[in-house]
Nanobody, 128 residues
Framework: EVQLVESGGGLVQAGGSLRLSCTSSAFTFDDAVIGWFRQAPGKEREGVSCISSSDGNTDYVRSVKGRFTMSSDNAKNTVYLQMKSLKPEDTAVYYC?????????????????????WGQGTQVTVSS
């Protein structure tokens, strides 16, 4: 099983930035599907961004498009989520997950990622 560890969360004022990292103990990109998810108190978990190694396509939930950027560093076995122009509604626990497959579309990407291994999460709090 792939072990994932998220880091980089914290408290930031609205308009600020954070970069989350997700490092794997045994990251292989062959048919890997990596997703960032978040869950706010009292809300359902939602997919934030997702990347498919098969085609490099990256998807984002509409509410973060233009503000968040997902990237990966194969040499470091790490994926990142750069978050800018943060809003109080971005406050949540952020998780990364990695699965396998060749998704078609964002929903399938998150589905495949979420069916694999998960990290423990990192808290992001945005104050107004």
């Amino acid at each position: 099983e792939v072990q994932l560890v998220e880091s980089g969360g914290g408290l930031v004022q609205a308009g600020g930035s954070l970069r989350l990292s997700c490092t794997s103990s045994a990251f292989t990109f062959d048919d890997a599907v990596i997703g960032w998810f978040r869950q706010a108190p009292g809300k359902e978990r939602e997919g934030v961004s997702c990347i498919s190694s098969s085609d490099g396509n990256t998807d984002y939930v509409r509410s973060v498009k233009g503000r968040f950027t997902m990237s990966s560093d194969n040499a470091k076995n790490t994926v990142y989520l750069q978050m800018k122009s943060l809003k109080p509604e971005d406050t949540a626990v952020y998780y990364c997950a990695v699965g396998r497959g060749r998704p078609v579309g964002a929903r399938e990407c998150w589905g495949l990622a979420g069916s694999g291994s998960w990290g423990q999460g990192t808290q992001v709090t945005v104050s107004s």
